[in-house]
């Protein structure tokens, strides 16, 4: 399959012109003003913008946000001779954006956008809804931030594996095994003709390739394996149960090249059976088989070997309060910064076990009403987490998916933050995350978006009442085909 054979041509043409632009405006010595999403895959996006702007000399400062706010938004372009650059949001305020902005800006997004493509004289956005892209499977910001670099230069085909790493990070393999499809199954061919990649069928535990297999276990907490997530004792003493040495005649840990073809087999089978007798599903226990993305010029022990390692230690480092680390690293920088982001991922590893820990001593605050299940974690949660813990449960099955997941928590400015999660199934019936919280966070005065499968927002203070009533009436309108707008 060949880049020209999914891509329409005028999807290629206007990412040609864009990226004539940014090589003019770099020339003109024009400052860039990057502001992107603080998850793997913004993060993604910034790092290989970033390095874009850097080898072309041009000026630029990064700044990575939760969210974009009207209050931010208003803030923007007071440099008279800058351009505004978003990654990985921007496509649904752009109503906002042509009324507040008075210098150039240059949306990179793949959220569903709130109005069709058109012409302005100050925005520019490229986003791959308005070419008949599935933005939320088949591509990401880090991706399309990817195919603008590969554009100016043929040599950052390098920044190919972080496109990768960015679509992983927000979910989109959808594919068969767990694998990556669309647009994104071009990058990895690219990556893998380039000598910059390897993929193959195995178990997704966290850093499989990389770790010890007793530390892989640990610290594989999506999906959540309860008695063994976030324990490395009963990792160890599960591995010896099942006739596995975690540890080799010298006292080393085994990882899974020392493994026989008869271990492997045998770990396979006693995980899966394990956790179909801890109460999770099948659908989830055998999805533990799937594609693995190997970076193979990564050290052989590196934290970011695995693309899914990779992409969890930038969520670490974005939601944990170091999202410049993740930038670092997307940019090519290793040294000290990769040892220091591997300290943020534990510690983002250990609150998110922490929180799920929470969840399973408290499932009876989960509540359902006709169409949507909800809870409200209060202040049991730090809001950069609310989106991973969402997701965690979501594609966990810890709670039934027969209805979207709604999740509140408290913010630290005394708001309410909200993460929405749905299965792909539900999305074949119609349903559509994004647009119903759009319009619920909206109906409460919040703002809100996303995708069909995924979505968030922010609400003021005790509105999740108001809120969860018009969003549960809308979803419930979506599934029937009824109008709500």
Not at 29 to 36: D, E, K, Q, S
Not at 47 to 75: C, E, H, R, W, Y
Request: glycine share 8%.
């Amino acid at each position: 399959m060949s880049f020209d054979d999914i891509v329409p041509h005028e999807f290629i043409e206007h990412i040609n012109n864009v990226a004539s632009r940014i090589v003019e405006w770099a020339k003109e010595g024009i400052l860039f003003n990057v502001y992107t999403h603080l998850d793997a895959d913004g993060l993604a996006a910034g790092g290989i913008f970033a390095s874009i702007l850097k080898d072309l000399g041009a000026p630029f400062k990064v700044k990575i946000l939760n969210q974009l706010t009207d209050d931010i938004i208003s803030q923007m372009g007071s440099h008279e001779n800058c351009i505004v650059v978003l990654l990985d949001f921007g496509s649904g305020q752009r109503d906002l954006l042509e009324r507040s902005l008075k210098v150039p800006c240059l949306i990179i997004d793949h959220h569903q956008p709130r109005f069709s493509l058109h012409n302005d004289d100050n925005i520019t956005e490229i986003n791959p809804h308005h070419f008949g892209i599935d933005g939320s499977t088949q591509v990401s910001s880090s991706g399309l931030s990817y195919l603008v670099a590969r554009t100016v230069s043929e040599k950052n085909v390098v920044h190919s594996t972080t496109a990768i790493v960015g679509a992983l990070g927000d979910r989109q393999d959808c594919g068969d095994k767990a694998s990556l499809i669309g647009l994104n199954k071009i990058f990895v061919e690219e990556a893998i003709n380039n000598k910059l990649l390897n993929v193959k069928i195995g178990l997704k535990l966290f850093g499989f390739e990389s770790r010890p297999i007793v530390k892989s276990l640990e610290y594989t907490i999506d999906p959540f394996i309860p008695g063994l997530s976030g324990d490395f004792d009963a990792c160890m003493n599960f591995l010896k149960s099942i006739g596995i040495p975690p540890v080799d005649e010298n006292g080393n840990f085994r990882s899974v090249s020392d493994l026989s073809s008869d271990e492997l087999r045998k770990l396979i089978i006693e995980i899966v059976k394990y956790m179909l007798n801890h109460g999770i599903t099948s659908d989830v226990a055998e999805g533990m088989i799937g594609t693995n993305y190997i970076l193979i010029k990564e050290a052989p022990d590196s934290c970011l070997r695995d693309a899914r390692e990779f992409s969890s230690v930038l969520n670490a480092c974005g939601r944990m309060g170091n999202p410049s680390y993740g930038i670092a690293l997307c940019m090519g920088i290793r040294g000290v910064i990769v040892q220091r982001a591997f300290e943020v991922a534990s510690k983002y590893r250990k609150e998110i076990s922490r929180m799920l820990s929470w969840f399973q001593n408290n499932r009876d605050k989960l509540k359902t009403l006709q169409y949507v299940q909800y809870i409200h974690l209060e202040n049991n949660v730090d809001e950069r987490l609310l989106s991973t813990f969402a997701s965690i449960l979501s594609s966990s099955r810890t709670v039934s998916m027969d209805k979207p997941l709604v999740c509140f928590a408290f913010t630290k400015s005394g708001k309410i933050k909200v993460s929405c999660r749905a299965d792909r199934n539900l999305i074949k019936r119609g349903i559509n995350l994004g647009l119903a919280s759009k319009i619920a966070a909206e109906s409460v005065g919040g703002i809100g978006g996303g995708h069909d499968v995924a979505s968030g927002a922010e609400i003021p203070l005790n509105s999740e009442g108001a809120f969860l009533k018009v969003f549960d009436d809308i979803i419930g309108k979506q599934i029937s085909g009824a109008s709500y707008e």
